[in-house]
Structures are given as C-alpha cells and as structure tokens.
C-alpha cells in the first residue's frame, strides 16, 4: 500500500469514527429530547387530573360548609319564632285576663256589652295563638332540641291551664299558682333558647 493509500486510509477511518460518533450523539441526544416531551407531556396529563381533583374536593367543601350554614341558619330563625310565639300565647292570654276582668268588673249593661265583645274577640284570639307556638314547638323538634321542646311543652299546657282558670272562674288563689308555672316556663324556654344559641347568660360571663 502506498503512502497515500495509507493516508487516504488513515484519514477515512478517522471520518468514519467522528461520523460514528456524531450519529450515536445525535441519536442519543434525540432519545433524550422524545423522552423529555413525553414526560412533560405525562406531567401535564397528571397536573390537570390533580387540578380537577382539587376542584372536585373544594366544591364538596363548599357544599359541606353551605349546607352547615343553612342548617344553622334556619335552626336560629326558628329558635327566634319560638321566642315571639311565646310573647305571642303571654299577650293573649293577658288579653283574656283583662278581658275578663273588666267584664266582671262592669257595672252597667252597657258596658257589658262592650266588654263581652271584647272578651269573645281575646276567646278567639286564643287558639291562634297556641298554633304560633305549637308550629314553633314541632319545628324545634326537628333539630332534636329535646330541653326546648319540653320547656314549649310545659310552658303550653301552664298557659292552657291558666286560660282554663280564667274561663272557669276558677279561684284567684289557684289561679296565680298557675300564672306562676307559667312563668317559671317562660324562663325556661328562654334559657334553652339562649344555650342552642350559644349565648351565655350574664352570671355565666361574670364568673
């Protein structure tokens, strides 16, 4: 072989080894770049599932603390129409109570008939009365607010007991006892109010 066959040679192989390795590079390099897209691409699938994932629990968390919230408010709404409609059985059965004791009290026929107006117009005022707090008394039941409920309970029947006193003409001694009870319950439905409310009573703040 000549010297420059050998040259020729030489410089042919050295091409082919540079080319060679240039090629295996390339490819190599190419590899990496198709890997790389095809993870990025896998991480974006994976980054959008996560997000909507996200999405999903927030709105059951929204819906969680909505549907607390309402609950709370209509329970608070209620507790409320429970307090008005015992000022509501405490103002007819006042009412009833003046009524019948101007009636009685009445000297002239003229003012009895006045009178007995107004004491049909407190009779009838009467059973509306109950069913405000009867309606409010069922509703509480819902929450399962058992010491309210009894508290309405009782407070119910003392003030029906009380009516039917009047009515009766029962004595006045018996009379004022039942008054009381109605008192008493009065109280306690408004102390179980004030607990489902979370409000705490003065004494309870002083200590």
């Known amino acids: 072989m000549t010297t420059i066959e050998t040259a020729a040679t030489i410089a042919l192989v050295t091409i082919c080894s540079w080319l060679g390795g240039f090629i295996g590079t ?3 390099k190419k590899g990496e770049n198709l890997a790389t897209k095809e993870d990025f691409k896998e ?19 929204d819906d969680q603390v909505w549907n607390r919230q309402r609950q709370w408010e209509l329970k608070r709404d209620t507790l409320l129409e429970a307090i008005r409609s015992i000022a509501l059985v405490r103002m007819a059965l006042y009412r009833v109570i003046a009524a019948f004791g101007a009636f ?7 003012e009895r008939t006045i009178l007995r107006a107004r004491k049909n117009a407190a ?22 607010d ?3 409920n009894n508290a309405l309970l009782s407070f119910r029947k003392s003030s029906c007991d009380a009516y039917d006193s009047i009515t009766t003409d ?8 039942l008054m009381e009870n109605v008192g008493r319950y009065d109280r306690e439905s408004i102390a179980a109010v004030r607990v489902a409310l979370g409000i705490k009573a ?3 703040t002083e200590q």
Request: glycine letters at 4%; aromatic letters at 6%.
């Open 170 to 177: 029962l004595p006045m001694e018996q009379f004022n006892k």
């Open 104 to 110: 009685k009290a009445a000297t002239t026929d003229g």
């Open 146 to 148: 058992t010491n309210l």
């Open 202 to 204: 003065e004494s309870d």
């Open 26 to 28: 390339y490819v190599k």
């Open 43 to 61: 991480l974006k699938a994976q980054t959008a599932e996560l997000r909507e994932a996200a999405k999903e629990i927030e709105a059951k968390i």
């Open 123 to 144: 009779i009838h005022a009467w059973p509306d009365a109950l069913e405000q707090i009867e309606t409010r008394r069922m509703l509480v039941a819902v929450f399962g």
